[in-house]
């Protein structure tokens, strides 16, 4: 079955460290993949995307994603952390099929020191 | 502001009842999602209609319902409310077709009581 895991269900870090939240996807083909982020009490905003080529994605807000078919994960990174990164990231995968719904992570909550 | 809207933005209701929450895609969005977010089972995606036709079903209960209509906007009805159907229910839309981007709405908090 299609899945997708978030192994870290908390993560903290400090304002101006580096970051990476992982993301395994369990499928027989390479998926679409995506990383969302909800900030409380707010919807799931996409933050990149990756659907072919270039194996390393950029994001908005300075975060990219590198798929590793090999390990069939597609970890998020950021370089510095502000403050206002502090939200619960959301990988999902779309299987290439015809109804393009996205299964979602069990999510990772970042949370910053300052 | 992803341009999906979706009313009401909080719902009280008892067990036992019926109701219907709404989603207007973004302009020119041909696809409507509906997920479930709840602590138990997480982000789930429950139905998809493309262009008023129903697309892709995933783990809806036979209590819930969708539909979309002529002017793209979507309505989900849950009847027969039980304590466990509180949740945020989110709405998506998408371009359609091949397009792989969904963008959210805010959501739909549902407390039964």
């Known amino acids: 079955a299609q899945s997708v895991t978030q192994p870290d269900i908390h993560i903290t870090v400090s304002e101006g460290a580096s970051l990476e939240l992982r993301c395994n996807y369990s499928y027989g083909a390479t998926p679409y993949l995506f990383w969302y982020v909800q900030s409380p009490g707010q919807g799931l905003q996409l933050l990149l995307k990756y659907f072919s080529g270039d194996t390393l994605v950029q994001g908005i807000k300075g975060f990219e994603a590198e798929f590793k078919r090999s390990q069939s994960s597609f970890n998020l990174r950021k370089p510095s952390v502000h403050w206002s990164d502090a939200a619960e990231y959301f990988c999902?995968?779309?299987?290439?099929?015809?109804?393009?719904?996205?299964?979602f992570g069990s999510g990772t909550r970042l949370l910053v020191r300052p | 502001d992803s341009g999906v809207t979706q009313t009401p933005k909080h719902l009280i209701t008892a067990t036992g009842q019926r109701v219907t929450l709404r989603c207007s895609p973004r302009s020119g969005d041909l696809s409507v999602y509906w997920y479930q977010q709840s602590l138990d089972q997480g982000l789930q995606f429950l139905i998809q209609?493309?262009?008023?036709?129903?697309?892709a079903k995933g783990n809806i209960l036979e209590r819930f319902s969708a539909q979309q209509f002529p002017d793209l906007h979507s309505e989900l009805n849950l009847s027969s409310l039980e304590l466990g159907d509180s949740a945020l229910y989110f709405c998506?839309?998408?371009?359609?077709?091949?397009?792989?981007?969904?963008?959210f709405g805010p959501g739909t908090r549902l407390t039964v009581t």
């Open positions: 209609y493309y262009n008023g036709e129903e697309r």
């Open positions: 999902a995968v779309s299987p290439m099929d015809s109804s393009y719904k996205l299964i």
């Open positions: 998506a839309s998408s371009v359609g077709g091949s397009d792989y981007e969904q963008y």
